[in-house]
């Protein structure tokens, strides 16, 4: 970098250039002879200097007020709930497949198939595993539409 002070070009901070009485005050030549030495007076100007970035600013939150990512991390996992099907002998099993289908989102045919078979053998099917609110939700339809449900915590997660 340049730098003009009182006649005398500084290159770097050994070497000191003295122009002569009468000389131009630059070392390269061509028409763009003066453009070195004003762009040198240019950055030296008063301010922070050229290429030098300023600190970047955190933003802190207020007391009571906390930041997105706070909010993240505190909030807690719900805990997952199974939406058990429960045998009955009043309901047919084409019946219970249909209601399966309809009531629970991304069922397929299959599924709902084995979970009814489950549920006609084994006494009690888990239908889906989901958040609390959801298995609630899921049950009161299931009973809704004639079917006998409940709900527990599934221990071991999803």
């Not at 600013?57 to 909010?71: A, H, K, M, N, Q």
């Not at 099993?93 to 084994?122: C, F, S, W």
């Amino acid at each position: 970098m340049e730098t003009a002070i009182s006649g005398i070009l500084t290159l770097l901070p050994n070497t000191v250039f003295y122009p002569k009485p009468g000389e131009k005050q630059s070392l390269s030549k061509g028409p763009f002879a003066n453009r070195g030495v004003l762009m040198g007076i240019s950055t030296t100007g008063l301010g922070k200097g050229a290429g030098i970035l300023e600190k970047p600013v955190i933003e802190r939150t207020t007391p009571g007020r906390e930041s997105e990512f706070d909010l993240r991390k505190s909030r807690k996992i719900a805990p997952p709930y199974r939406v058990i099907l429960h045998n009955d002998n009043y309901n047919k099993r084409r019946y219970v497949v249909q209601v399966l289908l309809k009531v629970i989102p991304g069922m397929t045919l299959d599924n709902a198939v084995n979970i009814m078979q489950e549920a006609h053998y084994n006494g009690l099917a888990v239908v889906i595993i989901c958040a609390q609110a959801d298995a609630e939700e899921h049950c009161m339809q299931l009973r809704g539409n004639g079917l006998l449900s409940s709900i527990e915590p599934a221990s071991g997660g999803c």
